[in-house]
């Protein structure tokens, strides 16, 4: 799409959802770009069709809790493209089930993923962006950075943690003008990412409309490239989330809850098995991995 302009941009969870979205989005000539995920067969499936479109692309599995992986990520990104303009922080996963029916190690993944993964990658890149004068750092943290999510809150957890993180980033950024922390904050998106996080409702789970196409938020996030803002909300849900946190949070909580357990104790709903945040997906090529708000 012309108006996204042609840029170095390393995407992580690119195999899936959202991060599959913005690399073929912005795959064009003169583009280059870095697909990292944990599924190489996935990965390798959007590179091709990027490269169709005229983007040079190198793809780079890589596992988020990894710091070391993802130290080497950036670098191979940097000797791939020269500079990076962009890195989209994509990777999360959620787990939905009362906070004292999830197993402990589950809570641990879904921060280990959704928080220290976004970590890991500001850490990796921001020696890259300082050394260069420039580059943009975005963030997709979801509504779920606003306000709370009972039955998920391991991933309120991460999403208001990885809110404060970036805030502070900005801050120590501040003397930096051309360096920019973005957070992009959709609502629930259009993937059957949440039927393959760990749930524990006993229940199959399905995202609630309004729902948003991944190509929305990807042109949000593309948009940042020539038009950096600190946050930008995707979608009425998220406005609607952020609006109604702000005015009353502690009533938006308890009227989530009360819907969520009405919602989870419906007749209708078949029973389903608990999914695996340890491992990608099977079919990931077609989800993005877990709750995404």
């Keep these: 799409m012309s108006e996204f302009p042609s840029a170095n941009v390393v995407v992580m969870g690119a195999s899936s959802g959202i991060g599959q979205a913005v690399a073929e989005m912005l795959a064009r000539p003169g583009a280059a770009l870095v697909l990292a995920a944990r599924n190489a067969d996935a990965l390798n499936a959007v590179a091709a069709r990027c490269r169709d479109a005229g983007a040079r692309v190198t793809v780079v599995p890589t596992d988020v809790t990894d710091a070391a992986a993802v130290r080497t990520l950036a670098e191979q990104a940097r000797l791939f493209a020269g500079t990076i303009d962009m890195w989209v922080s994509n990777a999360g996963v959620g787990a939905v089930g009362r906070f004292q029916d999830v197993p402990i190690q589950a809570h641990e993944q879904v921060v280990r993923i959704n928080l220290i993964g976004h970590m890991h990658d500001a850490h990796a890149v921001l020696p890259i962006f300082l050394a260069q004068g420039f580059g943009t750092f975005v963030n997709v943290i979801s509504v779920g950075g606003f306000c709370a999510a009972p039955y998920a809150a391991a991933y309120s957890a991460s999403k208001f943690g990885l809110r404060g993180f970036s805030e502070a980033l900005r801050g120590e950024l501040s003397a930096h003008p051309h360096i920019h922390v973005c957070d992009v904050c959709p609502g629930f998106v259009d ?35 020539a038009h950096p803002r600190d946050t930008v909300m995707v979608g009425s849900g998220a406005w609607g989330g952020r609006f109604a946190h702000m005015l009353a949070p502690a009533l938006t909580a308890r009227i989530m809850n009360r819907v969520l357990t009405r919602y989870f104790a419906r007749a209708d709903a078949a029973p389903v098995t608990d999914g695996n945040l340890f491992a990608p997906a099977a079919d990931e090529g077609h989800v993005d991995g877990g709750l995404r708000t």
């Design 191 to 225: 993937t059957p990412g949440i039927s393959h996080g760990a749930n524990y409702t006993g229940r199959r789970l399905s995202a609630p409309p309004p729902l948003l196409e991944t190509r929305r938020v990807a042109a949000a996030i593309a948009n940042l490239l």
